[in-house]
């Protein structure tokens, strides 16, 4: 590893998101789905599945206190994942074994956008939930509120299944989020305690054990630099360097015998620093390899890095849509095999793309690559945005790339597949996940070390870095135009990500082109002007992805377009576009040639020619998909 391109990226407190494309997806965050999940949380939304979340840390807490006070405290049974039984004790706990999750990722959305728009109320609000957290702790510093209600005996007693440390990592994660954002202090002492906790009872010569699903790699490594605590480093790569190691801890824990397919779910099948193939639940894995990244970087281990690298080379090169999707196997929300990437059985989920930009901006903050920060652009704009409605208020889990309503509610191998997005699910992880990606969108945009300031992501904002003092005015999104206003702190090189997609560009300075990135010098105040030439181009998928022979895919700039019944009419298989479409502009859409097959309804007949139509086809943003009531989509078309 080459510590001289070792970077960090710049901390949300010192940007300021000005964009107004950008802009707007962060005020619905703040003004619509922030709120909207707060009652959710509360289960105040109607018609929308409860969350019992908050309701658990009240009755956490009321144990805790109870115990406290030397009472006796209620034992339920803690051994299912879903706890949905209605005549279940109105004091055990309910919903889900990750549920406190949800509480933490609005609490850590609240954070981020607390650091770009103060707000009294949201704070107080804020707070409230963090006391009802700490609460809910008990003494030894052990924080999960299915344990702390249901059964104190058996905690830590199934981490394979059961979510603790995965609870844990996102209340590590919301606690740095808001320490960082208002100073206040008493949730990140929650989760220190809590980690202090998890350090005593795991390591070497205590238990081996680490976390079905991963996150506290990754969370870890947030309250070392958070804290500068190093035994909070060492926990990180303790859990990376246990996982897999045979004879399997899961295994022991179960006395039953060793079998590897068990574990490529949880990536578990193997060393981590072993894996080159990216397997299993696709969330899991990236939040893993976000953690590997991050522990390889701060304990200079070159071998972990290079697994990384495999990781990701593997995701991007055979396993990724071109919508910037991730995991194309519903069984197991999991990647499946090289080059296997079905349109309209996709997982896709949310969460997962929201993943892969955490693993990719930390592999930029240990080395830039323009390749792996292309894939993150992808992600952003096309399947992370495609989570959220346009009004914010209901959601997709799953991000297909074709789309029969018929299919989705007839066919049992297609019910992961909503035609239109829910306002919210009992399991939620994806719509808190996508509050807290959207209102912290500037940590993407840049790293930087001693020497160079990288633009990864041109997104308009205002940011003190150490370089500089810079002001990115983005027009990216519409035609490809970036103006950055620079006041050096000191002479540095600006380094500006070349979009994969773009075959013209300029610059109003002279650089030097070096692995997808234009070098600029810089020794004194100057506005620097890019163009990304923003042709529509049509995208040809590998012939190995047997859903896309004879298909494209129709993009512009970042932007992945698709085309939807409610603008090109039923039966969008009988859709065709021409070679050479003339490619129109209409507002956000694109108009081209292309042509309709007529109908056929007979089953078998002679081959001919097939009777077409010219008619004039209209893409839409695949973000925008799924506005307009239930309908036919589809990403590739024939051509
Ligand atoms: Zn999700």
Redesign the pocket.
């Known amino acids: 590893m080459n510590r001289a391109l070792f970077s960090k990226h710049v901390e949300l407190k010192n940007i300021r998101i000005t964009d107004s494309f950008w802009l707007a997806e962060t005020e619905l965050v703040r003004k619509e789905v922030i709120p909207y999940q707060y009652e959710a949380l509360h289960d105040r939304i109607e018609g929308a599945a409860k969350s019992f979340a908050v309701e658990n840390f009240v009755k956490a807490g009321r144990v805790v206190r109870a115990l406290k006070e030397g009472r006796e405290a209620p034992v339920f049974p803690a051994d299912k994942w879903c706890y949905d039984d209605k005549n279940a004790h109105p004091d055990a706990f309910h919903g889900w074994v990750f549920q406190d999750s949800d509480v933490y990722k609005w609490l850590e959305s609240a954070a981020y956008s607390l650091s770009n728009f103060p707000d009294a109320q949201l704070e107080k609000k804020a707070d409230e939930i963090i006391s009802l957290v700490c609460d809910a702790q008990l003494e030894n510093g052990y924080l999960d509120t299915l344990y702390v209600i249901n059964n104190r005996e058996e905690i830590f007693s199934n981490l394979k299944d059961f979510h603790e440390l995965y609870c844990f990592g996102h209340l590590a994660e919301a606690a740095v989020a808001y320490y960082n954002s208002t100073g206040k202090r008493q949730l990140l002492d929650a989760a220190c305690r809590f980690a202090d906790l998890i350090c005593d009872t795991f390591g070497e010569e205590k238990i081996r054990g680490y976390g079905g699903h991963e996150i506290a790699e990754l969370a870890l490594v947030k309250l070392y630099d958070a804290t500068g605590e190093k035994k909070y480093l060492d926990a990180a790569e303790f859990f990376i360097n246990e996982r897999g190691k045979k004879p399997y801890y899961y295994d022991l824990v179960l006395g039953r015998k060793t079998v590897e397919d068990n574990y490529h779910y949880n990536q578990a099948h193997c060393e981590p620093r072993k894996q080159n193939e990216a397997v299993g639940h696709a ?1 899991r894995g990236v939040y893993l390899y976000s953690g590997m990244a991050d522990v390889a970087k701060r304990c200079g281990d070159a071998e972990l890095y290079d697994a990384c690298k495999k990781l990701i080379e593997n995701i991007i090169n055979k396993k990724m849509y071109v919508t910037g999707g991730i995991g194309s196997t519903v069984d197991g929300e999991a990647f499946s095999f090289d080059y296997d990437l079905p349109n309209d059985l996709a997982y896709a ?3 997962a793309s929201i993943g892969l930009i955490f693993f990719i901006r930390r592999m930029l903050e240990i080395e830039p690559n323009a390749d792996i920060a292309d894939a993150a652009e992808r992600a952003l704009y096309n399947t992370v945005l495609s989570g959220m409605a346009q009004d914010g208020k209901s959601f997709f ?1 799953v991000n297909p790339l074709e789309v029969l309503p018929e299919a989705s509610h007839k066919d049992s191998r297609k019910r992961h597949v909503k035609p239109a997005r829910q306002k919210w699910f009992g399991c939620a ?2 719509p808190p ?1 996508l509050a807290r990606m959207i209102s912290s969108i500037g940590e993407y945009c840049f790293t930087e070390n001693e020497e160079t300031l990288f633009i990864h992501q041109y997104i308009g904002c205002e940011a003190e870095c150490a370089n500089a003092r810079i002001r990115v005015v983005s027009d990216y999104v519409r035609n490809g135009r970036v103006s950055i206003d620079i006041n050096p702190k000191r002479a540095f090189t600006l380094a500006l990500r070349i979009p994969e997609w773009c075959r013209e560009y300029s610059f109003s300075m002279p650089c030097e082109i070096r692995n997808g990135y234009a070098y600029f010098e810089i020794g004194s105040a100057v506005t620097l002007e890019a163009e990304f030439e923003m042709t529509v181009r049509m995208i040809k998928c590998s012939n190995m992805v047997r859903d896309n022979v004879g298909k494209v895919a129709v993009a512009r700039g970042p932007i992945v377009y698709c085309i939807e019944e409610a603008d090109n009419g039923k039966n969008l298989q009988l859709l065709r576009i021409s070679k050479n479409p003339d490619f129109r502009l209409d507002g956000e859409d694109i108009l081209a040639d292309g042509f309709r097959e007529k109908e056929k309804t007979v089953l078998y007949s002679e081959w001919k020619e097939a009777e077409e139509e010219a008619v004039t086809l209209r893409l839409i943003p695949y973000y925008k998909w799924g506005n307009r009531g239930e309908n036919e989509m589809s990403v590739y078309i024939r051509i």
Request: charged letters at 10%; a negative charge; aromatic letters at 12%.
């Open positions: 969330v989920e949310t969460c889990y992880c994806c996940n």
